[in-house]
């Protein structure tokens, strides 16, 4: 309360009067929002702090006050009414947030995972508890309740994008610590406490809600733990490192009541046995860990909803019988790369919707008819082993334009050996998403030609297309028929020899756009036979502003590029036989040229681009083979070309 009301005493006297004026606007809108947590919190402390802080204003602020209440009110009454977010509620997932270090960085769906852990969160009507989660949190970060912090774009394999420029799950937030200031005195009675070095004097034998912020298990002490037998939480924030290597074995004895158990970041290798005592246990997070495996005990814990194992480069097994826990709808770890297998049965968890990859096998219980009934999948889901699908019928179980919610799929194959080339070529025919996706990627596909719905335009919101080893396809799908389609990538597809109309029109399908309309970026890479690209029809590729052509060693001819008139970003690798550029040269709308041991178009570029030296001097950035060129010395190379013709 002190920091808003010296915000509002600079804003007074602030000189610059427009400035002074946004202040003052800012701050009324906090007061707004204290104002309607006073009305839920006690009144001895919160009611008193707002009071003396109106008390220091003038009748400017005070209107600005009541003007915002009068014209938030019909929003918030739609709030309460149509997403059930009310006051109280609100003051409780904001107070929730009050065990967080006040520095802590987090995502929005972590949040509100951990909000649903504790029963915040129950289900409305047929609306998903995360999507309602989603809605509190959002209208509650309109208010000011939360404050992005960051974009993080740091690799996760989990991620629902390859692009991270379309993850929202990047961004992270951090805590308004001016709105949780008037809830502070009133969260210790309410059985939060937040123990900050590790120091648990004043924590209260009935505290439900507890968070210990510590450096080394000394400071901690695991055993004073045990007396908290009402604990709901425990969250450990270790900082940059821990010294906790293992859990007592005794710890969960006691914790009968525990939800919510966050040991992230330390360096336990295992979890006892005894965590089958907590049976109340809905949330356990040990990320980052060194962790190899769960307890097979940890079937018992029917209520468990999230299993979070992110990081944890050790893991090589989850238990057999997580199959029981059918209240299950988040296991997060890096599947592909961790683990050989994954437990049978998996079909069984049809709460389920956090599930970064299905690996299949041939044993009873792997087949990828297992996905059937797992239709609240959400996010991204990595299909691997499609080798061990042997028929479409199969294929066919797996029912996968069902999963309404999926916005990734890639479907892969580990082995490039093909038994039956027409049979692999139904199955994936029968392995069509929901026309609402939003990325696809294709990896080591066997067949020879590709499925007919990949270019269907009913996949209209599909912003990101990977091919990928498709080693026996000859021909391309008309992906051009993608009305939303933003990034193509075509790699290691060394069977195809030319690219041409096919690509971008269906010649049987009426088609009222041009082709690729969005396209943003096309990425040809290691094509080994591709000999020629003929032409692009004018209109077409209207969006594109990167073009990268990688390692095409028999590439010889390209189509016109004149007419590309936002193509910002031009790169030409590694394409030994391919002759200089079309005589109408490049688009003016391009910024940067890059040329990488393609000796032809080098030449050409140090020509100026043939006859019509604006082909290139215009370009503002040119590189060849590693070395950026002045338009001086362009020009330098132009007239040591002229006077030697001469």
């Not at 018992?300 to 944890?312: E, F, P």
């Amino acid at each position: 309360m002190k920091l808003i009301r010296q915000q509002y005493l600079d804003a007074a006297n602030n000189q610059n009067e427009d400035l002074g004026e946004q202040n003052l606007k800012l701050i009324s809108s906090e007061i707004v929002s204290l104002h309607k947590l006073c009305k839920v919190a006690d009144s001895d402390s919160a009611g008193t702090a707002y009071r003396d802080l109106i008390s220091c204003q003038g009748s400017k602020i005070v209107e600005d006050v009541n003007l915002e209440e009068k014209a938030g009110r019909e929003i918030e009454v739609a709030d309460v009414e149509d997403e059930g977010l009310t006051e109280s509620l609100k003051s409780l997932l904001f107070m929730y947030c009050s065990l967080f270090p006040l520095d802590y960085e987090f995502r929005k769906y972590e949040l509100v995972q951990l909000w649903i852990a504790e029963g915040f969160i129950g289900d409305r009507h047929r609306e998903r508890m995360e999507d309602t989660g989603i809605l509190y949190f959002n209208s509650m970060e309109s208010e000011g309740f939360f404050v992005p912090s960051k974009s993080d774009f740091s690799v996760d394999f989990d991620s629902v994008f390859s692009l991270p420029i379309y993850n929202a799950s990047n961004f992270l937030y951090k805590i308004n610590t001016i709105k949780l200031s008037i809830l502070e005195k009133r969260i210790y009675r309410d059985g939060y406490f937040r123990a900050v070095d590790g120091k648990l004097d004043g924590a209260s034998e009935m505290t439900q809600h507890l968070s210990v912020i510590f450096q080394n298990m000394d400071e901690i002490g695991f055993g004073v733990l045990q007396k908290f037998q009402r604990l709901h939480t425990l969250l450990l924030f270790s900082g940059s490192w821990s010294s906790i290597k293992q859990v007592p074995r005794n710890l969960f004895s006691g914790l009968k009541f525990l939800r919510t158990l966050n040991l992230s970041g330390t360096l336990i290798s295992e979890l006892p046995s005894s965590i089958r005592n907590v049976k109340a246990l809905r949330y356990l997070d040990v990320s980052h860990t060194p962790i190899r495996q769960l307890p097979e005990a940890i079937d018992s814990l029917h209520n468990l909803q999230t299993i979070k194992l992110r990081g944890c480069v050790n893991f090589v097994q989850l238990p057999k019988g997580i199959k029981k826990l059918t209240n299950l709808r988040h296991i997060e770890l890096d599947i592909i790369r961790q683990l050989d297998s994954l437990p049978a049965y998996l079909g069984k968890l049809t709460n389920l919707q956090t599930l970064s990859a299905f690996l299949i096998g041939r044993d009873q219980g792997c087949h990828i008819g297992e996905l059937k009934n797992l239709n609240h999948l959400k996010g991204a889901l990595r299909i691997s082993r499609l080798e061990n699908v042997l028929t479409k019928e199969e294929a066919e179980e797996a029912s996968l334009s069902m999963k309404k919610s999926l916005q990734s799929v890639e479907l892969r194959w580990s082995s490039l050996l093909v038994e039956n080339v027409r049979e692999e070529e139904k199955i994936l025919e029968c392995l069509q998403p929901h026309y609402g996706l939003q990325e696809l990627e294709i990896q080591n596909y066997g067949g020879s030609i590709l499925p007919a719905w990949i270019s269907n335009p009913a996949f209209a919101d599909l912003l990101v297309v990977t091919l990928y080893r498709c080693k026996n396809c000859e021909l391309l799908p008309s992906l051009g028929q993608l009305p939303a389609l933003k990034f193509l990538s075509i790699i290691e597809m060394n069977e195809v020899k030319e690219i041409h109309h096919q690509l971008f029109k269906n010649d049987q399908v009426a088609q009222e756009f041009p082709a690729f309309p969005k396209l943003e970026r096309l990425e040809i890479d290691i094509m080994l036979n591709l000999k020629e690209w003929t032409a692009i029809k004018q209109g077409d590729l209207p969006s594109l502003r990167k073009l990268t052509v990688d390692s095409c060693p028999e590439l010889v001819t390209l189509p016109s590029l004149s007419e590309l008139k936002s193509l910002k970003h031009l790169e030409f690798r590694r394409c030994p036989k391919l002759l200089p550029l079309p005589h109408d040269g490049l688009p003016t709308s391009l910024e940067s040229l890059i040329i990488i041991r393609c000796p032809e178009v080098k030449e050409w570029c140090t020509k100026g681009g043939g006859e019509d030296q604006d082909n290139i001097w215009h370009v503002p950035s040119v590189w060849l083979d590693h070395e950026e060129v002045s338009k001086r010395k362009l020009k330098l190379f132009y007239c040591c070309s002229v006077h030697l013709k001469r």
